[in-house]
T-cell receptor
């Protein structure tokens, strides 16, 4: 069964550094998403992406965050200047229209 | 504020027993309600998805119910197995695209032999 794959599985970075989290959505999906889960807390919506543009974003998704679909297969989340509070598990997901989201297994980001 | 609340926070049951997990939501507008299973260190996996007009939906040993009037849902697990140990998360969608999902805190289920 096709899967959403995310790399790396764990990223450690210093405060102020830029990070790029990578995702390969399921190939025939058209909608792409990023969510995050701070340890011990709920999963939170960050952003949705469709037709090469952001369709919706949350308050969390401020100017430090950006998303890109640089080619036909990858979907990336960039954090320009990481803060300690950015430490979390970041999940990528994809879907066809009104269908269940398929989540990747996440990238654990640790900001030191 | 749109919220999804789940109970209990955690639950321990013996293998083979049944259990029911609860979800209350205040999300409006409402498009659909989903139950996800999340194993430790993994991404959530969809179990069921129900729209406003659906009262119940089954997926194997999982049966979800929805009362859109009272804004309550339940997930019933029958004949539990050790592999059912996971976090079960109630998720509500405001719109048909399903992108901005609002997650509950989850119920941590532990099935013991």
């Amino acid at each position: 069964e096709p899967e959403v794959t995310q790399t790396p599985s764990h990223q450690v970075t210093q405060m102020g550094q830029e990070v790029i989290l990578r995702c390969v959505p399921i190939s025939n999906h058209l909608y792409f998403y990023w969510y995050r889960q701070i340890l011990g807390q709920k999963v939170e919506f960050l952003v949705s992406f469709y037709n090469n543009e952001i369709s919706e974003k949350s308050e969390i998704f401020d100017d430090q965050f950006s998303v890109e679909r640089p080619d036909g297969s990858n979907f990336t989340l960039k954090i320009r200047s990481t803060k300690l509070e950015d430490s979390a598990m970041y999940f990528c997901a994809s879907s066809r229209s009104n269908s269940p989201l398929h989540f990747g297994n996440g990238t654990r980001l640790t900001v030191t | 504020k749109n919220q999804v609340e789940q109970s209990p926070q955690s639950l321990i049951i013996l293998e083979g027993k049944n259990c029911t997990l609860q979800c209350n939501y205040t999300v409006s507008p409402f498009s659909n309600l989903r139950w996800y299973k999340q194993d430790t260190g993994r991404g959530p996996v969809s179990l069921t998805i129900m729209t406003f007009s659906e009262n119940t939906k089954s997926n194997g040993r999982y049966t979800a119910t929805l009362d859109a009037d009272t804004k309550q849902s339940s997930l019933h697990i029958t004949a539990s197995q050790l592999s059912d140990s996971a976090s079960y998360i109630c998720v509500v969608s405001e719109n048909n695209q399903g992108g901005k999902l609002i997650f509950g805190q989850g119920t941590e289920l532990s099935v013991k032999p």
